[in-house]
C-alpha cells in the first residue's frame, strides 16, 4: 500500500509549493509520459493534506467534519462523479493524526479500498445519511454515523475540541451535537487551506485554461446568424468533454438585447448582425475549475460597443497591472467603477459584475475581490493564489455591454495571465 496520504508519514517538505516561475507558465500535455516531469499527483496529494492539516492545527478545531465535495477531494483524493456535487451523499472525517476517514456512497467504498492506495482500506466506508431529506432522520442513519463519528474523534483524543463542519444537513447537525460535539465553522478552515496552489494545481489550472482557449477559436468561428445562443453552448460541452473535461458546469451565452443587465444564462436566441455578444465557460479538469469571459461582435460593430469593450478592457488592465504579493484586495477593488457609475443602484446589486474570485476545486475561492466586501474587509494577495478577474460595462446605446474575464496566476513578482484567447481588442466574428 502507498503511503501517500498517511499523515503520520508527512513532512515538512511536503508544505513545500514546488513553484517553478519561468519565462511562461507551462500548459503541458494531458497524458502521463516518461520523457517529461508533468503533474505529480502523489505529491498534489500530500500537498493538499499537509495544506489540510496545517488549517486545522490553527484553527481551534481537532477535527473535520466535511460534507462539500471539493472539501473531500482535497482531502481524501477521492471523487465519484459530478452527479454527487448536490447529494450530501458522502462525508469525510480528519482528525488528531490519523488518515481520512471516508464514508462513500455504497460500492464506491470498495472501489475506493481497491484502486486508492493512498488511502487505509479500513479508513474507505460505504455509509449515507440524509441525501438532501430523502432518508429521514426518522430512520436513524445520522444518528448512527453521529455516535460512530464521536466515537472516532474520542479514540483520537480529540473529544474535548470543537469539530469543525463544513456544511451538512440541518438534522445531522442536531445528532452531531446530541452526540456531546462542539460544532465550529469548517468551512473557512478548508478555505484557508485551498488559498495556495502548489505547482501540480498550477498546472492542472493552466491545462484547463488551455481548454477553453480552443473553444473560444471554435466560437468565433461559428458566430453568425441562424446559430443560437444554445446552440453555442451544445458545441462548447461537446468539445470539452471530448477534450477531457470531467464536468462542464455551466456556459452563459448572452446576446444582443440580453446583453444588459447581465442575465447570467443562456437562452435559445438567434445570434443578429451586429450584436454584441459575451460567454462564461465553466468546466473543470481533474477537478480544477475555469472561469473564463470573452465578449464578440457578430459581423460588424457600433461606436456604442466598442467604447463598452475599451471600458471594460482599461479596468481589467488595470487590476491585472495591480496584482502582486503584498497587494490587498481592497486596492484592486478600488480601482473599479463604483455600481452607480455604470447604471446600478447598489454594490450589492452590481455584485459580480466587476469582480475577483479564487479558482480551484471550487469555481469561488479566496480571495474575492469586490467593492461591496473588499473595501472594509481587505485580505492579503500572495504568491501562489490563482484567481480570476472580471469587468462588466453596459453600452451607451442601452442594451449592449462589454464582459471580460482573465484567469491570473500571483508568481514572485506579479501575476502571470492563464487564459490567452486574444481579448486586447474587440474580436469581430465572421466580419462583413
Given at each position: ?9 508527512l ?6 509549493p ?7 507558465l ?11 516531469r ?17 488549517s ?19 482531502v ?14 458522502r ?14 456512497f ?30 429521514p ?34 438534522a ?10 462542539h ?11 485551498r ?20 473553444v ?5 468561428e ?5 446559430v443560437?445562443e444554445?446552440d453555442?453552448v ?13 464536468d ?9 438585447e ?30 480544477y ?11 460588424r ?22 496584482i502582486?504579493?503584498?497587494?490587498t ?7 473599479w467603477?463604483?455600481?452607480?457609475e ?11 459584475l466587476?469582480f ?14 469586490s ?18 478577474l ?43
Amino acid at each position: 500500500m502507498s503511503r501517500a496520504l498517511m499523515p503520520n508519514m508527512l513532512t515538512p517538505q511536503d508544505l513545500e509549493p514546488n513553484w517553478e516561475w519561468r519565462d511562461r507558465l507551462p500548459a503541458s500535455g494531458h497524458m502521463s509520459v516518461d520523457f517529461e516531469r508533468r503533474i505529480d499527483h502523489d505529491r498534489l496529494r500530500r500537498y493538499r493534506l499537509a495544506r489540510t492539516r496545517q488549517s486545522l492545527q490553527n484553527s481551534p478545531a481537532g477535527s473535520l467534519l466535511l460534507f462539500d465535495v471539493n472539501n473531500i477531494r482535497y482531502v481524501s483524493a477521492t471523487k465519484i462523479g459530478e452527479w454527487e456535487r448536490d447529494k450530501m451523499c458522502r462525508f469525510c472525517l480528519l482528525t488528531g493524526d490519523d488518515s481520512p476517514y471516508v464514508w462513500d456512497f455504497g460500492s464506491a467504498a470498495v472501489h475506493h479500498q481497491r484502486y486508492s492506495d493512498w488511502l487505509e482500506p479500513d479508513h474507505c466506508l460505504a455509509g449515507v445519511v440524509g441525501m438532501r431529506g430523502t432518508i429521514p432522520p426518522d430512520f436513524g442513519l445520522m444518528k448512527k454515523y453521529a455516535k460512530m463519528i464521536a466515537q472516532l474523534i474520542k479514540d483520537a483524543g480529540m473529544a474535548d475540541m470543537p469539530v469543525g463542519v463544513d456544511y451538512a444537513e440541518t438534522a445531522m447537525f442536531h445528532a452531531l451535537q446530541e452526540e456531546g460535539l462542539h460544532v465550529i465553522d469548517g468551512q473557512q478552515i478548508m478555505l484557508a487551506a485551498r488559498e495556495i496552489k502548489n505547482w501540480d494545481e498550477i498546472q492542472l489550472l493552466t491545462q484547463a485554461a488551455s481548454m477553453v482557449d480552443g473553444v473560444y477559436h471554435m466560437i468565433y468561428e461559428e458566430l453568425k446568424p441562424g446559430v443560437r445562443e444554445n446552440d453555442i453552448v451544445a458545441l462548447s460541452n461537446k468539445m470539452l468533454y471530448e477534450m477531457g473535461s470531467d464536468d462542464v458546469e455551466a456556459i452563459n451565452a448572452i446576446s444582443g438585447e440580453r446583453c444588459n443587465p447581465h442575465p447570467h444564462n443562456f437562452t435559445d436566441r438567434y445570434f443578429r448582425p451586429g450584436d454584441q455578444a459575451f460567454f462564461d465557460i465553466l468546466q473543470s479538469y481533474q477537478g480544477y475549475r475555469t472561469c473564463y469571459y470573452r465578449t464578440f461582435n457578430i459581423g460588424r460593430a457600433t461606436p456604442a460597443q466598442n467604447d463598452a469593450y475599451v471600458k471594460a478592457r482599461e479596468w481589467i488592465d488595470a487590476s491585472i497591472q495591480a496584482i502582486k504579493p503584498g497587494v490587498t484586495t481592497d486596492q484592486v477593488a478600488k480601482l473599479w467603477p463604483k455600481a452607480e457609475e455604470f447604471g446600478f443602484p447598489s454594490e450589492d446589486a452590481a455584485f459580480g459584475l466587476q469582480f475577483g474570485h479564487g479558482l480551484g476545486l471550487a469555481l469561488h475561492e479566496r480571495p474575492i475581490i469586490s467593492r461591496a466586501i473588499s473595501l472594509d474587509h481587505p485580505m492579503e494577495i500572495q504568491t501562489g493564489m490563482v484567481f480570476a478577474l472580471e469587468t462588466y460595462c453596459p453600452a451607451a446605446d442601452g442594451y449592449s455591454a462589454a464582459r471580460i474575464e482573465e484567469e491570473v496566476v500571483v508568481t514572485e513578482k506579479g501575476c502571470e495571465v492563464i487564459s490567452l484567447f486574444p481579448a486586447e481588442d474587440l474580436p469581430i466574428a465572421n466580419r462583413y
